[in-house]
């Protein structure tokens, strides 16, 4: 009886953990970002789920806001974050994850920018910073990767034949995506963030 009482109050935490995972946008920029999400191959979705594409409107992340994003933890099941500059989602830079048994395979991404390369992407002319969140972080490449305005970034993919994902263990469940990061904070070791909700 005891150890059945462990193992559920495992359990437990482990599921507690996995429901809260997230993607925590930090939007540094003067002007708002607009985002979707097409789960699992199906349509992009926005505010209402029930709708695809143009019927359901993006999530707004207004200028010096947060927007905290749940991200789907079932297994073997990739997710496309989009995030654009026009409501519109023509073009748009991407974060993408797939967890695994063991392994959160993640990416930035850049193909569906306006053109080739980082100098296409929506974002060209800002800083972006991608983070795993937890005690993982330094893991293999289970690190920071920081895309510079105005240069190619190597750690986005820019053609599909690209070599850029990375890996985190299954216990990384949050991340942070900061977008337009000011220059001096950007050269900094860590980005420090002070936003609202």
């Avoid at 953990?17 to 920029?29: D, Q, T």
């Avoid at 505010?47 to 019927?55: F, K, R």
């Avoid at 991407?94 to 100098?119: C, K, V």
């Amino acid at each position: 009886m005891r150890s059945f009482s462990l193992q559920a109050l495992a359990l437990f935490f482990a599921s507690a953990s996995v429901a809260s995972a997230s993607l925590n946008v930090h939007n540094f920029c003067s002007y708002p970002i607009y985002i979707k999400q097409s789960h699992n191959g199906g349509c992009n979705k926005g505010t209402n789920t029930n709708a695809c594409d143009g019927a359901s409107p993006p999530f707004v992340v207004k200028a010096g806001a947060t927007y905290h994003l749940p991200m789907f933890t079932d297994k073997n099941s990739a997710t496309s974050v989009k995030i654009a500059r026009e409501q519109n989602m023509g073009k748009v830079t991407q974060f993408e994850y797939t967890p695994t048994d063991n392994t959160m395979f993640w990416d930035l991404s850049d193909i569906d920018g306006a053109g080739a390369a980082r100098t296409g992407s929506p974002f060209k002319e800002a800083n972006l910073k991608v983070s795993p969140v937890g005690k993982d972080l330094g893991a293999g490449t289970c690190k920071s990767i920081k895309c510079k305005k105005n240069e190619v970034c190597k750690d986005a993919y820019q053609f599909p034949d690209q070599t850029a994902t990375h890996s985190c263990p299954i216990s990384t469940t949050t991340f942070t995506l900061d977008i337009c990061v000011p220059d001096a904070q950007f050269t900094r070791r860590e980005v420090e963030v002070g936003f609202s909700a």
